[in-house]
């Protein structure tokens, strides 16, 4: 996938452990880049690959809906191909992550937000505002606090995801 797209963004992460690409489906953006993990530490990488607490890789389910720039509404033909994670390195084995945000208007339902590649042994945020029960997102309204991500899950309204925001608009 590098190199192939014309919206590849290439940004240089202050300390570069490897590449994984991510997507930003609002924007029709992938990424080649660190971004969600470059303020590990060896030493922190070192401890939490120790404990193996890593939940199982994600995947696109059938419930899924993703927003696609340019159209309007959601649709799970939106959903582009997830990033290829099939990948190790210094960090060892990467995986499949995908962030799903529950829709402003109705809180039991949930569309795709980013597709992203994590270490294997991280811990994936598959449901903002909520937790993944079978195959469902169902909201809980916990709160929610990430260094590069923010949402009010009491109205989520509004996403800013490293340095984008979006709104969703419900379907006419």
């Known amino acids: 996938m590098r190199g192939e797209n014309s919206n590849t963004q290439s940004l240089q992460p202050e300390?570069?452990?490897?590449?994984?690409?991510w997507k930003y489906l609002p924007e029709s953006k992938v990424f080649d880049d660190d971004r969600f993990y470059i303020h590990y530490d060896d030493r922190e990488v070192k401890q939490?690959?120790?404990?193996?607490?890593?939940?199982p890789e994600d995947f696109l389910r059938s419930s899924d809906v993703c927003p696609k720039k340019g159209q309007s509404g959601f649709k799970r033909s939106y959903c582009?191909?997830?990033p290829d994670c099939n990948w190790?390195?210094?960090w060892g084995k990467a995986k499949?992550?995908?962030t799903r945000v529950p829709f402003p208007w109705d809180h039991s339902k949930f569309y795709v937000l980013a597709m992203k590649c994590i270490p294997k042994w991280e811990n994936c945020d598959k449901c903002v505002c909520g937790s993944i029960h079978g195959n469902k997102c169902e909201f809980d309204g916990s709160t929610w606090d990430d260094d590069r991500f923010t949402v009010d899950c009491n109205n989520p309204k509004t996403v800013r995801m490293s340095g984008y925001s979006y709104s969703p608009r419900k379907n006419s």
């Open 96 to 98: 499949l992550c995908i």
């Open 88 to 90: 190790s390195g210094k």
């Open 48 to 55: 939490t690959k120790a404990l193996d607490i890593g939940d």
């Open 15 to 21: 300390e570069n452990h490897r590449q994984l690409n």
């Open 80 to 82: 582009p191909t997830p």
